[in-house]
């Protein structure tokens, strides 16, 4: 059981990314998935969820209209449309699998600065 | 939002030594909670789910207690492995929310 993310970098503030997150080893579509991020040297914060069957979404306050989370179990992947970037979604966001976040993958920086 | 205390926020022990981390909801999330361990440059890993059920391959000597508002982990006979931060997080509702981080040194 493996999640695997992609495609964090760096980008100004305004700026958008997509970020990416692949899963094996397990059927992906029987599992609700969330973005989980952390900013670096602080904790760890809820970012957004997904249900199985891509029904339910729900957002951090703090990301509420600027991210997008959605899903294609054709292709065991979950994705996260950052948008309008601020200094403060500078961190590392890391997919997580289920109600208790388990497994998490290795994480992808996103770092925002002019 | 369903606000989530740790304490202490850092904590220095012995190998050998029982060590106990405590959590706190703002409102009751019945026996919703986990326990994760971070170390160093790593992603968090769960522990402990629904209070007090271990995850599997989850060394012994970690456990944990509690139900309502307040609950524990212990590691009982601390390790020189066991260096890390310790989140708890309730999965009692959306949004979900982490305790702001225990770290444990060795002395």
């Known amino acids: 059981e493996q999640l695997v993310e992609s495609g964090g970098g760096f980008v100004q503030p305004g700026g958008s990314l997509r970020l990416s997150c692949e899963a094996s080893g397990f059927t992906f579509s029987s599992y609700s998935m969330s973005w989980v991020r952390q900013p670096p040297g602080k904790g760890v914060e809820w970012v957004s969820y997904i249900s199985g069957s891509s029904t339910t979404i729900y957002y951090a306050d703090s990301v509420q209209g600027r991210f997008t989370i959605s899903r294609d179990n054709a292709k065991n992947s979950v994705y996260l449309q950052v948008n309008s970037l601020r200094d403060e979604d500078t961190a590392v966001y890391y997919c997580?699998?289920?109600?208790?976040?388990?497994?998490w993958g290795q994480g992808t920086l996103v770092t925002v600065s002019s | 939002a369903i606000q989530m205390t740790q304490s202490p926020s850092s904590l220095s022990a012995s190998v050998g030594d029982r060590v106990t981390i405590t959590c706190r909801a703002s409102q009751d999330i019945r026996n919703n909670l986990g326990w994760y361990q971070q170390k160093p440059g790593k992603a968090p890993k769960l522990l402990i789910y629904?209070?007090?059920s271990l995850q599997s391959g989850v060394p012994s000597r970690f456990s944990g207690s509690g139900s309502g508002t307040d609950f524990t982990l212990t590691i009982s006979g601390l390790q020189p492995e066991d260096l890390a931060t310790y989140y708890c997080?309730?999965?009692?509702?959306?949004?979900?929310?982490f305790g702001q981080g225990t770290k444990v040194e060795i002395k």
């Open positions: 997080l309730q999965d009692y509702n959306y949004p979900r929310t």
């Open positions: 997580v699998r289920g109600n208790w976040f388990d497994p």
């Open positions: 629904a209070t007090s």
